[in-house]
C-alpha cells in the first residue's frame, strides 16, 4: 500500500474514532459524573503517553514551564467538552468545534490587524450566523433535539476556545520540543488537574464508583482510542498526506459524528439544526484557507 493511501486511511481512521469517542462521551455522561469520565480517560490517555514523556525527558528542557501553563488551554477543552456534552448533542459540539477556523481567522484580524478579502469576511458571518441558529435555538426548542442546550453549547464554546488557545500559543514553542512531547505534556498536565478535581468531586458528593464493564470500556476506548490512538493517526496523517485532505476533516467530522449519533443514541435531526449546520461549513469553507495556513505552522501540524 502506498504512504498517501496509508495516510488517508490513518486520517479516515482519526474521524472515526473521534467521531465515535464524541458519542460514546454523551451517552456514558448521563450515567456517570462528567468529572469521573474525565479523570479515568485522562488517566488511561497519561499512562500511554508516559513513555514518550519519560523517553525525551521534557522536563528537563528549556521552556517547559512556560510549555505546562500553556497546555492549560488544552486542560480547559478537556474539562469543559467533558461537563458540556452532558448538557448538549454529540452532533452539536462537533459543529462548534467546526467553526474553529472561523475564531482563527477573527483573532489574527485583531491582534495582527491583518486585511482578509471580502470572501473571507462573508465566510465569518455566515458562519457565526449559523452557531448562532444552533446555539440559540436550543434556548426555544423544548425537549432533547439534536441543538443541545444553551448551558450545554456555551460550555463546548468554552472548551473550543480552550483548545484554539493552546494551539495558537504553543506555536512559539515547537522549535523547541517534539510534537509527541507537546501532546503528553498536555495530558499530563490535564489529568494532574483532573486528579484534583475528582478528589474535591468524591470528597463532595460521596459517590461510589461503579466499575462495571460498560464504564471501564467505555473510558478505555476514550483515554486509549480516542485521545492517544488518534493522536498518533493525526501526526502520520499530516505527515505523509497533502494539506487539503487534512483539512478536509473540519467538514467530514461533524457530519460524521451526526451519523453514528443518530444511529447509536438516537438523536434527531431537525430542520433549522441543519441549516446552521450548513452555514456553519460554509463559513469554514469561505475562511480556510487562511486559517489553514495558519494551522500548518502549529506543533501539531509539524
Do not use: C
Not at 81 to 110: D, E, H, N, R, V
Not at 124 to 147: H, N, R
Not at 223 to 237: H, K
Not at 285 to 291: A, E, H, W
Amino acid at each position: 500500500m502506498k504512504t498517501d493511501d496509508k495516510a488517508t486511511l490513518a486520517l479516515l481512521g482519526t474521524v472515526l474514532l473521534w467521531s465515535f469517542m464524541v458519542v460514546i462521551a454523551r451517552w456514558i455522561a448521563l450515567i456517570v459524573s462528567p468529572i469521573t469520565i474525565l479523570f479515568y480517560r485522562l488517566l488511561i490517555a497519561a499512562v500511554s503517553f508516559l513513555p514518550f514523556f519519560i523517553k525525551y525527558r521534557t522536563w528537563t528542557k528549556p521552556h517547559f514551564i512556560k510549555l505546562a501553563l500553556i497546555s492549560l488551554g488544552a486542560t480547559i477543552n478537556l474539562i469543559f467538552f467533558i461537563i458540556g456534552i452532558k448538557y448538549t448533542s454529540a452532533s452539536a459540539s462537533q459543529i462548534i468545534y467546526a467553526a474553529m477556523p472561523i475564531l482563527i481567522l477573527l483573532l489574527g484580524k485583531y491582534y495582527k490587524g491583518e486585511r482578509h478579502s471580502l470572501n473571507k469576511i462573508i465566510g465569518v458571518i455566515i458562519g457565526f450566523l449559523g452557531l448562532l441558529l444552533i446555539g440559540f435555538l436550543s434556548s426555544i426548542e423544548k425537549g432533547e433535539t439534536i441543538s443541545g442546550t444553551l448551558f450545554g453549547n456555551i460550555l463546548i464554546l468554552i472548551a473550543m476556545l480552550g483548545w484554539t488557545s493552546y494551539l495558537l500559543n504553543s506555536k512559539s514553542l515547537s522549535k523547541y520540543f517534539h510534537p509527541i512531547e507537546m501532546g503528553s505534556t498536555s495530558i499530563i498536565v490535564s489529568f494532574i488537574i483532573s486528579a484534583i478535581l475528582y478528589g474535591l468531586n468524591q470528597n463532595l458528593m460521596k459517590n461510589p464508583i461503579n466499575l462495571n464493564f460498560t464504564f471501564i470500556s467505555s473510558v478505555f476506548y476514550m483515554g486509549f482510542a480516542g485521545t492517544f490512538l488518534t493522536y498518533i493517526l493525526f501526526q502520520y496523517a499530516i505527515h505523509h498526506s497533502s494539506a487539503l485532505k487534512v483539512s478536509l476533516t473540519s467538514y467530514i467530522q461533524p457530519v460524521t459524528t451526526a451519523f453514528l449519533a443518530i444511529i447509536f443514541i438516537g438523536e434527531k435531526l431537525t430542520f433549522y439544526f441543519v441549516v446552521g449546520s450548513i452555514l456553519v461549513l460554509i463559513g469554514v469553507l469561505l475562511t480556510s484557507s487562511y486559517s489553514l495556513n495558519i494551522l500548518k505552522k502549529l506543533p501539531i501540524f509539524e
